[in-house]
């Protein structure tokens, strides 16, 4: 069972334009959800998270949204840049236990 | 930010033998992931570590798999003997807390033959 899904699986976007990437869980007591981002040949790279108690994220051009009832989120980046692409990994996880990652959104940026 | 390092980069070793992946974590760090990744696809998880045990595994994690951390020295995982559908990338990390943010390694690529 897929406990963290995303969408779309590939999205391409112009330099400026705001890429929105969204994510879906299933187990309601996922408390903690961060989003991921990696480059072809490297790690997940942490690149912005948000707790279930708030409905808002920010950090610069990154915001994440959160609907606790629907149970889905969406990651949206603004004025998106050639250096943005790569692939975003959504990911929950609720107190002690390992986190369960979605197959990931591949995002192009065209300059 | 915090570096988690694994060694080696790159394996490939033949079905059936031993193989053991590396991983240097975040110094102060106490929580240790290992990670499956197969080309293309998402990152599922294997198992954590904390305390010198095994906290949580998955189906993924076999009886070939084990892990360890001998005196503070690389958190390892082995896989004694291998299969062909071991090939993957093993992405090692750590937190400070369970639960907590978890920090990457660059990953192990490791080809079965």
């Known amino acids: 069972q897929q406990q963290v899904r995303q969408s779309p699986q590939s999205l391409t976007v112009w330099e400026g334009e705001t890429a929105i990437l969204n994510c879906s869980y299933e187990?309601?007591?996922?408390?903690?959800f961060p989003w991921y981002q990696q480059f072809p040949g490297e790690g997940p790279a942490l690149l912005i998270a948000?707790?279930?108690?708030?409905d808002k994220k920010e950090d610069g051009r990154f915001t994440i949204f959160f609907n606790k009832r629907e149970k889905k989120l969406s990651l949206h980046i603004t004025d998106s840049q050639p250096g943005d692409s790569a692939t975003y990994f959504c990911?929950?996880?609720?107190?002690?236990?390992?986190?369960?990652f979605g197959k990931g959104t591949s995002l192009t940026v065209i300059p | 930010g915090p570096k988690v390092l694994q060694i080696p980069s790159h394996q490939i070793i033949d079905m059936g033998q031993m193989v053991t992946l590396n991983c240097d974590p975040v110094?102060?760090?106490?929580?240790f992931y290992w990670y499956k990744q197969i080309l293309g696809q998402q990152m599922e998880f294997l198992v954590n570590?904390?305390?010198?045990?095994?906290?949580?595994k998955s189906k993924l994690f076999k009886d070939q798999f084990s892990v360890e951390r001998p005196d503070g020295s690389y958190f390892t995982l082995k896989i004694q003997p291998t299969a062909l559908e071991d090939s993957a990338v093993y992405f090692c990390?750590?937190?400070?807390?369970?639960?907590?943010?978890?920090?990457f390694g660059p990953g192990t690529r490791l080809l079965v033959l």
């Open positions: 570590f904390y305390n010198g045990k095994v906290m949580e």
């Open positions: 948000i707790r279930s108690v708030s």
């Open positions: 187990n309601s007591a996922f408390d903690y």
């Open positions: 990390a750590s937190s400070l807390a369970g639960g907590d943010t978890q920090y």
């Open positions: 990911a929950a996880s609720t107190g002690y236990q390992n986190f369960y």
């Open positions: 110094s102060n760090h106490l929580y």
